[in-house]
């Protein structure tokens, strides 16, 4: 099985800054890898898939990179509606969640 | 809008059964593979079962499977989630999520419901 090991588990920022998660897949799998957005109480929404392509609807703000292993979620100027918890998967080989990174108020 | 609706948590004690039902507005979900997705209290998020477009591939996670069975009816627009034999581990919100492209893509989840809380007490 393929694991996904996110970094930080926690990650503690103000409004404007710039912040990154970084996701590592224990094997390549290419680009096949989605990032998603949990607020208690609401729908999960996928910001990004195949590693980099920006969801319909999602603010520009939100970036993806990578390919193989290693691979990044940057928000470029964090906002107010972005504290939430954010978990990468991949779907390369069936589907495997990190095991997530929240981002709280500094 | 593009909606999906999860129904049928609640307290059940270990041992029992329960339902979940997520039903689809907005599009129809004929075309679609779908899945059940959970997150258990303090914990990451889990695929425990998904569900190709005419039902002819079905998955289990290894922690549900011989108890869960998956289905759909894309006549009604919904997909159900059957749970035997329930565990205090099985205590989660449980999301259902459509999976982008065809049953043959390998691709990521771009609509989810809200989710419906199940608890399992001993």
């Known amino acids: 099985d393929i694991q996904m090991t996110q970094s930080p588990s926690t990650l503690s920022a103000s409004v404007g800054d710039r912040v990154t998660i970084t996701c590592r897949a224990s094997q390549s799998i290419s680009t096949s890898l989605a990032w998603y957005q949990l607020k208690s109480g609401k729908a999960p929404n996928l910001l990004i898939y195949k590693a980099s392509i920006l969801e319909s609807g999602v603010p520009s703000r939100f970036s993806g990179s990578g390919s193989g292993t290693e691979f990044t979620l940057t928000i470029s100027s964090l906002q107010p509606d972005d504290f939430a918890t954010y978990y990468c998967q991949q779907y390369d080989r069936l589907w495997a969640f990190g095991q997530g990174t929240k981002v709280e108020i500094k | 809008e593009l909606q999906l609706v999860e129904s049928g948590g609640g307290l059940v004690k270990s041992g029992g059964s329960l339902t979940l039902s997520c039903a689809a507005s907005?599009?129809?979900?004929?075309?679609?593979?779908m899945n059940w997705v959970r997150q258990a209290p303090g914990k990451g998020l889990e695929r425990v079962s998904s569900?190709?477009?005419?039902?002819?591939?079905?998955y289990y996670a290894e922690s549900v499977s011989g108890r869960f069975t998956i289905s759909r009816d894309n006549a009604r627009n919904s997909v159900s989630l059957q749970m035997n034999s329930l565990r205090d581990e099985d205590t989660a919100i449980y999301y259902c999520?459509?999976?982008?492209?065809?049953?043959?893509?390998?691709?990521?989840?771009?609509?989810w419901g809200q989710g419906t809380k199940v608890t399992v007490s001993s």
């Open positions: 999520a459509r999976k982008r492209g065809d049953d043959l893509s390998h691709d990521a989840f771009n609509l």
């Open positions: 907005g599009f129809s979900l004929r075309n679609y593979t």
């Open positions: 569900i190709s477009s005419n039902s002819n591939y079905k």
